[in-house]
């Protein structure tokens, strides 16, 4: 069983719309939480981190998460055609101190 | 504040060649990681130093990969002999602290071996 999971995609969604994307985690020792946008060719840029239940907006991106649930999300509002890039997912777990990185999810944003 | 630096950006070496990256972090961060990010991939932790000290090499493949960070700050990872499956994106990245801080990477340093 992978550690976190996302789908690969692609999602596409249209200029303007609401972007969803969905991470699951297996460790509940998990603290820390984080979304990375990674560009084709380039390295991951850290764009959210929550730690706690509940949401946390910061400009057009809102992160969710349910530690009951042990689900994670990352909502982009208003989306724009910069914003097609692989987003990665990954916890910390409090036991290991090791960041979990999921294989992405690919978002497509089309004018 | 500048950010995490690498050298060199591509790399090409042939099979049992050896190969060394270099990091420096962002200044003040005590935690510095190198991940391998293999293409359709997440990046997988290789290595995480506390200031000078390893705190965390499971996943470092110790027969043909090694890594030092001398007086805390800048870190080199090598590889000697180098396999075909070690084509990769090695990425360093660094943080205040081990814990929950935030990880912030470098450019990386694309890898092709043939």
């Known amino acids: 069983q992978k550690e976190v999971e996302q789908n690969s995609g692609p999602l596409s969604v249209p200029e303007g719309a609401i972007a969803s994307l969905n991470c699951t985690y297996s460790?509940?020792?998990?603290?820390?939480f984080f979304w990375y946008r990674q560009y084709s060719g380039k390295s991951p840029e850290l764009i959210m981190s929550?730690?706690?239940?509940g949401d946390k907006e910061d400009g057009r991106f809102t992160a969710q998460l349910n530690k009951a649930s042990q689900y994670v999300s990352l909502l982009i509002r208003d989306s724009q055609p910069s914003d097609s890039a692989t987003y990665l997912c990954?916890?910390?777990?409090?036991?290991?101190?090791?960041?979990?990185f999921g294989t992405g999810t690919r978002l497509q944003v089309f004018p | 504040e500048a950010g995490v630096a690498q050298s060199p950006r591509y790399k090409i070496i042939e099979k049992r060649q050896s190969v060394a990256f270099w990091c420096n972090p962002i200044?003040?961060?005590?935690?510095l990681y190198w991940y391998q990010q293999i293409l359709g991939q997440g990046p997988k932790l290789l290595i995480q130093?506390?200031?000078?000290?390893?705190?965390?090499d499971s996943q470092l493949p110790k027969d043909r990969f090694s890594a030092e960070r001398l007086k805390g700050v800048d870190s080199t990872l090598k590889i000697q002999p180098a396999k075909l499956e070690d084509s990769a994106v090695y990425l360093c990245?660094?943080?205040?602290?081990?814990?929950?801080?935030?990880?912030?990477f470098g450019p990386g340093t694309r890898l092709t071996v043939t």
């Open positions: 130093f506390q200031n000078n000290g390893v705190v965390d």
């Open positions: 990954a916890s910390l777990s409090y036991n290991t101190d090791k960041l979990i």
């Open positions: 200044s003040g961060h005590a935690t």
């Open positions: 990245a660094s943080s205040l602290s081990g814990g929950g801080y935030e990880q912030y």
């Open positions: 929550i730690y706690s239940n």
């Open positions: 460790d509940r020792g998990s603290q820390s």
